[in-house]
């Protein structure tokens, strides 16, 4: 007889087989059939705008959460080789699976744009830093963000963009933690944000690669302490950054 140990890993051994199994056959499918799969579902695919001054397109998928979601699905979404944003929107995910998690690392995302959604950010960020890209972006809007969450953010190694907008809760804290690894990021965009001072401009200053910032209606920081941080900027590593304050 099995002892109750032995049970246990076979019956574990079991399940990765047909975890396997299953995202091998999803990943040999193609672009074509994996999407009409998904939109079938009401899961929509489009392009979408990725630089607004090159007017430059790349290809996105939009899941809502709104009960349209099934296990494994982000194992489908991340194995269209196409695919370069993610779009999650306005509902409530459970956590992903291991094999889920694999297939996005090794996918050819570019962009994580989430949107007023309950998920666990831990597992977003994870997926960010396993990107292949060279240059990934983050954009959150409509979730409120802690600082544990930034922060792990910028650790992801190859993070070009970040996009922060309203309910972020976010202090000084945790945006001046985030200033202490986020070496590369050229482009960062934070609207309506509520407990942030003029520490967190000051901190901002440490970011070496910034090329434009995008500041609008911070609740404790007044548009001339804004371009006081802009000439700063400019100042310190003697160049021009663009700025929309």
Known sequence: KYSLKKLSFVL???????????????????????????????????????????????????MTGKG?????????????????????????????SDQEMSACKNSNLTTLFIRGSELNHKQICEIAKGLKAPKVKIDYSHV????????????VLKLDRFILGPGAKITDEGMCKFTENAKNLT????????????????????????????FQGWKKVSEGQMEKFVSAYETKYKRKIDADI
């Open 12 to 62: 574990m051994s079991f399940v990765l087989h047909a975890c396997s199994t299953a995202t091998s056959r999803i990943a040999s499918l193609s672009d074509e059939d994996l999407i009409k799969n998904l939109t079938s579902r009401s899961y929509r695919y489009y392009m979408e705008t990725f630089d607004a001054s090159t007017k430059e397109k790349i290809p996105a998928i939009e």
């Open 68 to 96: 349209i979601y099934l296990p494994e699905d982000l194992v489908t979404i991340c194995s269209i080789k196409k695919l370069n944003f993610l779009d999650i929107s306005w509902g409530a995910l459970p956590d992903f």
């Open 144 to 155: 409120p963000l802690l600082d544990n969450d930034v922060e792990c953010f910028s650790h």
């Open 187 to 214: 482009f960062l965009r934070m609207d309506d944000m509520t407990n942030l001072t003029k520490k967190s401009l000051d901190c901002m200053l440490n970011l070496p690669s910034l090329k434009m910032v995008m």
